[in-house]
């Protein structure tokens, strides 16, 4: 069982020692549903691997917070432990910290240790690090839109105790070539398709990335290649090559412009776009907004990467990230997070919601 009374750190420690990669979060999604249906005062449902509590208690205004249970792959560094004031282990930054701040409020509030300002909506959802069609939240967007409803929503995503708006989108798109099969040992008879995709490497190397001003914020775009594919046998011309690319781009896109873009970039080649997840504008200039803001520091800056800020954003709620993790250390063998860090961004929560 998860003890959401205990402090943070060793909240985030249990999280971690229990194995959540994408597609295999039931357990963990089984242990956060039994601890929060401890809390009488808490509404709990569960939609597949999402779960869902929610209050009640007739306030004017509602903040969703929501995290997802999973982790890219582990990497030899499950179970957790702590080194110094470190906190070591798969998740540790992205997200299990968060996460443990997400539950210890959830803790507080059905305690009645800590008496909202607002009414709740705690989310956690599963497949968060894999394409977007299997987002769990993203799921429940499309299905039950009305699940997810509030003046602004709040992702526990690593920001290292900063607010960051807004987020990046992010397109993922084939870039093939072809030529002719032949016999290595006579070459002049075919037509080699991996040379054949050098000019598309040469268009990568040579790309020059925007950076861009949103509301504010400065968001930086990249253009990357992040696989090459072909080859048929050490003695046969190649007669199919696929450089997968991924574009990081700024709020002011939308995911078509995005895909126009690419495709525009890659001109004469054939370009399928296989994965697409929209940008997210900041969204700090609502009054709720600026009041989180003031509660936790009052400084900002641009999500560079995506998070599910974007889906919010989709339905018209304003959604911003914070939380204690290190955004750079994130899927890293040497994931870690510092125990103080995530006792100070449990605080501000604790600040932004009395």
Same mark, same amino acid.
């Given at each position: 069982?998860?003890?959401?009374?205990?402090?943070?750190?060793?909240?985030?420690?249990?999280?971690? /020692?229990?194995?959540?990669?994408?597609?295999?979060?039931?357990?963990?999604?089984?242990?956060?549903?039994?601890?929060?249906?401890?809390?009488?005062?808490?509404?709990?449902?569960?939609?597949?691997?999402?779960?869902?509590?929610? !209050?009640?208690?007739?306030?004017?205004?509602?903040?969703?917070?929501?995290?997802?249970?999973?982790?890219?792959?582990?990497? #030899?560094?499950?179970?957790?432990?702590?080194?110094?004031?470190?906190?070591?282990?798969?998740?540790?930054?992205?997200?299990?910290?968060?996460?443990?701040?997400?539950?210890?409020?959830?803790?507080?509030?059905?305690?009645?240790?800590?008496?909202?300002?607002? /009414?709740?909506?705690?989310?956690?959802?599963?497949?968060?690090?894999?394409?977007?069609?299997?987002?769990?939240?993203?799921?429940?967007?499309?299905?039950?839109?009305?699940?997810?409803? #509030?003046?602004?929503?709040?992702?526990?995503?690593? !920001? %290292?105790?900063?607010?960051?708006?807004?987020?990046?989108?992010?397109?993922?798109?084939?870039?093939?070539? !072809?030529?002719?099969?032949?016999?290595?040992?006579?070459?002049?008879?075919?037509?080699?398709?991996?040379?054949?995709?050098?000019?598309?490497?040469?268009?990568?190397?040579?790309?020059?990335?925007?950076?861009?001003?949103?509301?504010?914020?400065?968001?930086?775009?990249?253009?990357?290649?992040?696989? $090459?594919?072909?080859?048929?046998?050490?003695?046969? $011309?190649?007669?199919?090559?696929?450089?997968?690319?991924?574009?990081?781009?700024?709020?002011?896109?939308?995911?078509?412009?995005?895909?126009? %873009?690419?495709?525009?970039?890659?001109?004469?080649?054939?370009?399928?776009?296989?994965?697409?997840?929209?940008?997210?504008?900041?969204?700090?200039?609502?009054?709720?907004?600026?009041?989180?803001?003031?509660? $936790?520091?009052?400084?900002?800056?641009?999500?560079?990467?995506?998070?599910?800020?974007?889906?919010?954003?989709?339905?018209? $709620?304003?959604?911003?990230?914070? #939380?204690?993790?290190?955004?750079?250390?994130?899927?890293?063998?040497?994931?870690?997070?510092?125990?103080?860090?995530?006792?100070?961004?449990?605080?501000?929560?604790?600040?932004?919601?009395?």
């Amino acid at each position: 069982m998860l003890d959401l009374a205990a402090a943070a750190g060793a909240l985030t420690a249990a999280l971690v /020692d229990v194995e959540s990669v994408s597609g295999d979060e039931d357990r963990l999604a089984d242990l956060v549903e039994a601890a929060l249906r401890r809390y009488p005062s808490l509404s709990i449902e569960r939609d597949g691997n999402v779960i869902l509590a929610r !209050t009640s208690l007739g306030r004017s205004e509602r903040i969703v917070l929501a995290g997802h249970l999973d982790t890219v792959p582990i990497a #030899g560094n499950v179970p957790s432990h702590v080194q110094g004031g470190t906190l070591h282990g798969c998740g540790t930054a992205d997200m299990k910290s968060g996460l443990a701040v997400l539950l210890r409020l959830a803790h507080l509030v059905g305690t009645q240790a800590l008496d909202p300002r607002v /009414d709740l909506t705690w989310v956690c959802y599963d497949c968060e690090e894999v394409d977007a069609a299997r987002n769990g939240l993203g799921r429940l967007a499309r299905n039950r839109p009305e699940a997810l409803q #509030g003046d602004l929503a709040i992702l526990l995503e690593p !920001t %290292h105790g900063i607010v960051e708006g807004g987020c990046q989108g992010t397109l993922r798109a084939l870039v093939r070539t !072809t030529g002719v099969r032949a016999h290595s040992a006579r070459s002049w008879l075919g037509v080699n398709a991996i040379h054949a995709a050098a000019p598309v490497l040469e268009r990568l190397a040579t790309y020059q990335p925007r950076a861009v001003d949103v509301d504010g914020l400065s968001y930086r775009e990249g253009l990357n290649a992040v696989a $090459i594919a072909g080859g048929v046998a050490g003695n046969v $011309i190649p007669d199919e090559c696929t450089v997968t690319v991924n574009f990081r781009f700024a709020p002011d896109r939308s995911e078509a412009q995005a895909a126009h %873009h690419v495709q525009a970039v890659f001109d004469g080649f054939e370009v399928d776009v296989v994965d697409s997840a929209p940008a997210a504008r900041p969204g700090l200039e609502g009054p709720l907004a600026q009041a989180v803001l003031a509660a $936790i520091g009052g400084e900002a800056r641009a999500k560079l990467g995506w998070t599910d800020v974007a889906r919010f954003g989709e339905l018209g $709620i304003p959604a911003l990230n914070f #939380g204690p993790g290190d955004p750079n250390l994130a899927h890293k063998p040497e994931e870690h997070v510092e125990l103080a860090r995530i006792a100070q961004a449990e605080a501000a929560m604790v600040r932004v919601l009395s």
